[in-house]
């Protein structure tokens, strides 16, 4: 028979239990012993989702309170010796130290800790925190929470198998700490310490150890390729029964090295690398088992079963019961549920499969392989939903095609090049050296929500919410103007998330009332869903933007999220490239920026924190994403005239190999993360000479802790050793939406004061 099972699951719970859990815990308003209570309720009952829907094990170890990274940095004993722990300090409070930092003694003084970096995983929008390594770093055995949730789940009466993130990609994902050292270097420590674990799983009677290793969809250096078969030659000797994952990308010049690897199993993503089934099918010696990811674990479209069932029949009949069925990789990055979305309309949700959902589809795919009727049922039920979406007329807007069919070969293309802009700018809003700014977004106080929230319910009238948002916004521009800060934001009040507010208002979007992914830690996000075709009836922000510039002789800028990061950010159609649904949203927010420039607001920001993570993870066809994704930038971006100034803004990634592309995207401003990598970023701005003007953040938004000026003034010194004075802003690393309004006024106000002490000094 035909195993069934899935990679990952999501862990917020179907109404993010785990995310107010976490956050009730962190204002000190619960125990860590209520918190735990919270996570094992939870395990138990999505364990108990998963063996209803029929799967033959269910998958523990995908639990985590911020991040699965996270959990291996204190399963295998290399918490950075920076942080100082000692013995009085709980696992899981030091847990907590790592994602958060350390909050100022007082809130306001006292050095405190940073946080790990966090970096995105893969392509996706989940971030991790990332490992940090040095000569030093040593690894142990030092944590027993997984072998404590395989002991609950099999009391609960479950087969498991238990998932650990790879030695390999382990290290792979973290970061050297010490000039020159080679982190695969700290394979050989590493290794004995898997072994250990691996035995540890065996002795509890754990079936079988999923080894996920999607480094292995990676352009690889010859000596991380190599390292593969000795490591898991030596994790053999645990005897453990392993299944290696892989997903996200084809293996490509890896597949052979990973069909031969000392393994029980191995699971392809079949979904982003459908060419290699056939060829993993051939190659994988026949004892071994072929999982394979059939069901599309990254978007939330109901799966084509008639399609999948003619991949699979010739399969199943050539390995029989080694033949598994899974999710193409975690379902993490979808939804819980369907059940209770009825924000969307009968049609739309017959299009859809969220997790829980997609676990039924693996079931249906399980019983047509053993010929079983019940199966037929659900068959006529797919294909029908399958038949709807193909021809439903809402779905395309002729419209649309014809505007982008008929675009301009200037299109995206400012009028003059940055010199003859930044004079233009420069004349027009005479800042001073060192400008200062945020990004965006100010705290969402309990007063916003609840009046967000009674509006949606209708409980509040328009008219009284747009008065509620006004008093918020003329609140958020009456502090910057008592801090000294030079351009101003409108603070972002009137927004739910940064995508969701503009999909709301854009035609060929659909939405649902609890589609909520995690992002990190306690964060989640509910994507929109790009259904058909996008334009805009009507404008989006400029009533906001421009009774926020009403209220200030200062500039204060226009707030838009890029056409990347609302595609890479949604749940995208695939009936068509996404390069052309790029262009469509490009075409819409162009539209904006253009509205915005009427109305008088004369520095307009889009943001595009997605750019890189939208970046294929193979760089054979990275050439074609940056190509038409950089397009897209600039279409939005290019109608305006020179002395508009248009700012992004991106974060939490590396951009040293599409630093060429940033350049190419053209805007006056670009602001950056930087902060939790002390400025590293910016070393490769420099050595491209980056020409336009940069912001480098100077303190970490999702941290507690409020930076000192001294702090700040040693971070801008750093940044002037890179990047000309005259082109260099002053900025937090991201918007401040989840921070409160104490700790936002005082970094803010350190910021003001270390920018301007050091402008005295660099006059």
Same mark, same amino acid.
């Given at each position: 028979? %035909?195993?069934?099972?899935?990679?990952? !699951?999501?862990?917020?719970?179907?109404?993010?239990?785990?995310?107010?859990?976490?956050? /009730?815990?962190?204002?000190?308003?619960?125990?860590?012993?209520?918190?735990?209570?919270?996570?094992?309720?939870?395990?138990?009952?999505?364990?108990?989702?998963?063996?209803?829907?029929?799967?033959?094990?269910?998958?523990?170890?995908? !639990?985590?309170?911020?991040?699965?990274?996270?959990?291996?940095?204190?399963?295998?004993?290399?918490?950075?010796?920076?942080?100082?722990?000692?013995?009085?300090?709980?696992?899981?409070?030091?847990?907590?130290?790592?994602?958060?930092?350390?909050?100022?003694?007082?809130?306001?003084?006292?050095?405190?800790?940073?946080?790990?970096? *966090?970096?995105?995983?893969?392509? %996706?929008?989940?971030?991790?925190?990332?490992?940090?390594?040095?000569?030093?770093?040593? !690894?142990?055995?030092?944590?027993?929470?997984?072998?404590?949730?395989?002991?609950?789940?099999?009391?609960?009466?479950?087969?498991?198998?238990?998932?650990?993130?790879?030695?390999?990609?382990?290290?792979?994902?973290?970061?050297?700490?010490?000039?020159?050292?080679?982190?695969?270097?700290?394979?050989?420590?590493?290794?004995?310490?898997?072994?250990?674990?691996?035995?540890?799983?065996?002795?509890?009677? #754990?079936?079988?150890?999923?080894?996920?290793?999607?480094?292995?969809?990676?352009?690889?250096?010859?000596?991380?390729?190599?390292?593969?078969?000795?490591?898991?030659?030596?994790?053999?000797?645990?005897?453990?029964?392993?299944?290696?994952? =892989?997903?996200?990308?084809?293996?490509?010049?890896?597949?052979?090295?990973?069909?031969?690897?000392?393994?029980?199993?191995?699971?392809?993503?079949?979904?982003?690398?459908?060419?290699?089934?056939?060829?993993?099918?051939?190659?994988?010696?026949?004892?071994?088992?072929?999982?394979?990811?059939?069901?599309?674990?990254?978007?939330?479209?109901?799966?084509?079963?008639?399609?999948?069932?003619?991949?699979?029949?010739?399969?199943?009949?050539?390995?029989?019961?080694?033949?598994?069925?899974?999710?193409?990789?975690?379902?993490?990055?979808?939804?819980?549920?369907?059940?209770?979305?009825?924000?969307?309309?009968?049609?739309? /949700?017959?299009?859809?499969?969220?997790? #829980?959902?997609?676990?039924?589809?693996?079931? $249906? +795919?399980?019983?047509?392989?053993?010929?079983?009727?019940?199966?037929?049922?659900?068959?006529?039920?797919? /294909?029908?939903?399958?038949?709807?979406?193909?021809?439903?007329?809402? $779905?395309?807007?002729?419209?649309?095609?014809?505007?982008?069919?008929?675009?301009?070969?200037?299109?995206?293309?400012?009028?003059?090049?940055?010199?003859?802009?930044?004079?233009?700018?420069?004349?027009?809003?005479?800042?001073?050296?060192?400008?200062?700014?945020?990004?965006?977004?100010?705290?969402?106080?309990?007063?916003?929500?609840?009046?967000?929230?009674?509006?949606?319910?209708?409980?509040?009238?328009?008219?009284?919410?747009?008065?509620?948002?006004?008093?918020?916004?003329?609140?958020?521009?009456?502090?910057?103007? &008592? +801090?000294?800060?030079?351009?101003?934001?409108?603070?972002?009040?009137?927004?739910?998330?940064? $995508?969701?507010?503009?999909?709301?208002?854009?035609?060929?979007?659909?939405?649902?009332?609890?589609?909520?992914?995690?992002?990190?830690?306690?964060?989640?996000?509910?994507?929109?869903?790009? !259904?058909?075709?996008?334009?805009?009836?009507?404008?989006?922000?400029?009533?906001?933007?421009?009774?926020?510039?009403?209220?200030?002789?200062?500039?204060?800028?226009? *707030?838009?999220?890029?056409?990347? %990061?609302?595609?890479?950010?949604?749940?995208?159609?695939?009936?068509?490239?996404?390069?052309?649904?790029?262009?469509?949203?490009?075409?819409?927010?162009?539209?904006?920026?253009?509205?915005?420039?009427?109305?008088?607001?004369?520095?307009?920001?889009?943001?595009?924190?997605?750019?890189?993570?939208?970046?294929?993870?193979?760089?054979?066809?990275?050439?074609?994403?940056?190509?038409?994704?950089?397009?897209?930038?600039?279409?939005?971006?290019?109608? $305006?005239?020179?002395?508009?100034?248009?700012?992004?803004?991106?974060?939490? &990634?590396?951009?040293?190999?599409?630093?060429?592309?940033?350049?190419?995207?053209?805007?006056?401003?670009?602001?950056?993360?930087?902060?939790?990598?002390?400025?590293?970023?910016?070393?490769?701005?420099?050595?491209?000479?980056?020409?336009?003007?940069?912001?480098?953040?100077?303190?970490?938004?999702?941290?507690?802790?409020?930076?000192?000026?001294?702090?700040?003034?040693?971070?801008?010194?750093?940044?002037?050793? =890179?990047?000309?004075?005259?082109?260099?802003?002053?900025?937090?690393?991201?918007?401040?939406?989840?921070?409160?309004?104490?700790?936002?006024?005082?970094?803010?106000?350190?910021?003001?004061?270390?920018?301007?002490?050091?402008?005295?000094?660099?006059?």
């Amino acid at each position: 028979m %035909t195993v069934i099972h899935t990679l990952g !699951f999501p862990r917020m719970g179907a109404n993010r239990e785990l995310k107010f859990a976490l956050e /009730r815990h962190w204002r000190g308003e619960i125990s860590a012993d209520a918190l735990e209570a919270v996570g094992s309720e939870l395990r138990a009952r999505h364990w108990q989702v998963q063996r209803e829907a029929g799967l033959d094990f269910v998958t523990v170890g995908d !639990f985590a309170w911020y991040d699965h990274v996270a959990n291996h940095i204190q399963l295998l004993g290399c918490e950075p010796v920076r942080f100082g722990f000692d013995d009085t300090q709980t696992p899981l409070a030091r847990y907590f130290t790592l994602a958060r930092g350390v909050a100022r003694e007082d809130g306001i003084s006292g050095e405190g800790k940073p946080a790990l970096e *966090m970096t995105k995983w893969f392509d %996706t929008n989940y971030h991790y925190l990332v490992p940090e390594f040095t000569a030093q770093t040593s !690894f142990s055995l030092a944590d027993e929470r997984l072998f404590a949730e395989v002991a609950q789940a099999q009391a609960l009466g479950h087969p498991v198998k238990a998932v650990l993130l790879g030695p390999l990609s382990f290290l792979w994902l973290g970061k050297e700490k010490t000039a020159g050292l080679d982190r695969l270097s700290l394979l050989d420590k590493l290794l004995p310490v898997y072994g250990q674990i691996l035995a540890r799983l065996k002795a509890q009677g #754990v079936q079988w150890v999923q080894m996920d290793e999607p480094i292995l969809g990676l352009d690889l250096p010859a000596q991380w390729r190599q390292a593969f078969e000795p490591a898991y030659a030596t994790l053999a000797t645990s005897k453990a029964t392993l299944l290696l994952a =892989t997903y996200f990308s084809p293996l490509q010049e890896n597949l052979g090295m990973a069909c031969r690897l000392p393994v029980q199993g191995l699971h392809i993503d079949g979904i982003r690398a459908p060419g290699e089934i056939a060829t993993v099918a051939d190659w994988l010696p026949a004892h071994k088992v072929l999982s394979l990811g059939i069901i599309d674990g990254r978007n939330i479209w109901r799966s084509d079963l008639d399609a999948a069932l003619q991949t699979l029949r010739p399969l199943h009949e050539a390995r029989g019961e080694n033949l598994w069925l899974a999710p193409s990789c975690s379902l993490l990055h979808v939804p819980f549920s369907l059940a209770g979305e009825s924000r969307l309309d009968e049609e739309l /949700r017959s299009w859809m499969a969220f997790a #829980v959902e997609k676990l039924s589809e693996l079931r $249906v +795919l399980k019983q047509a392989l053993a010929g079983d009727v019940a199966a037929d049922s659900a068959l006529a039920a797919s /294909r029908a939903a399958i038949q709807s979406r193909r021809d439903s007329q809402r $779905v395309n807007n002729p419209a649309v095609a014809q505007r982008l069919a008929a675009l301009p070969a200037d299109a995206d293309r400012r009028r003059s090049p940055f010199a003859a802009r930044q004079a233009a700018q420069r004349k027009r809003f005479a800042l001073p050296l060192l400008p200062t700014t945020t990004i965006g977004s100010f705290p969402q106080t309990p007063e916003i929500r609840a009046a967000r929230a009674a509006f949606r319910r209708n409980a509040l009238s328009a008219a009284d919410y747009e008065a509620a948002m006004q008093k918020e916004i003329a609140h958020a521009v009456a502090k910057q103007e &008592s +801090l000294g800060i030079d351009v101003l934001v409108h603070g972002e009040a009137e927004r739910n998330d940064m $995508v969701e507010y503009f999909g709301e208002q854009l035609a060929g979007f659909c939405f649902t009332g609890n589609g909520w992914v995690q992002s990190y830690g306690s964060r989640c996000v509910k994507p929109p869903i790009v !259904f058909g075709d996008v334009s805009r009836p009507q404008p989006m922000t400029v009533a906001w933007s421009r009774y926020a510039q009403s209220l200030s002789k200062k500039p204060v800028k226009g *707030m838009l999220t890029g056409p990347i %990061t609302i595609l890479q950010w949604s749940f995208v159609r695939d009936d068509q490239p996404r390069a052309i649904t790029a262009k469509q949203i490009a075409l819409a927010i162009r539209d904006e920026v253009c509205d915005l420039e009427k109305a008088g607001i004369g520095i307009i920001q889009i943001d595009e924190p997605a750019i890189r993570e939208g970046l294929p993870l193979r760089r054979e066809v990275w050439r074609d994403y940056l190509a038409w994704a950089t397009f897209a930038f600039r279409l939005s971006a290019c109608g $305006v005239a020179d002395d508009t100034q248009i700012h992004t803004h991106m974060c939490y &990634s590396e951009f040293n190999d599409i630093l060429p592309e940033i350049a190419a995207m053209d805007a006056d401003v670009i602001t950056i993360e930087t902060s939790r990598s002390d400025m590293e970023l910016l070393h490769a701005f420099g050595a491209f000479q980056y020409p336009n003007e940069i912001g480098p953040g100077v303190y970490d938004i999702h941290s507690p802790r409020v930076p000192s000026v001294e702090e700040i003034e040693r971070l801008l010194k750093k940044a002037l050793e =890179t990047i000309p004075v005259g082109n260099l802003w002053v900025n937090p690393d991201c918007g401040l939406k989840t921070r409160g309004w104490p700790e936002t006024e005082a970094a803010l106000r350190n910021m003001v004061a270390a920018a301007q002490a050091l402008r005295k000094t660099v006059a």
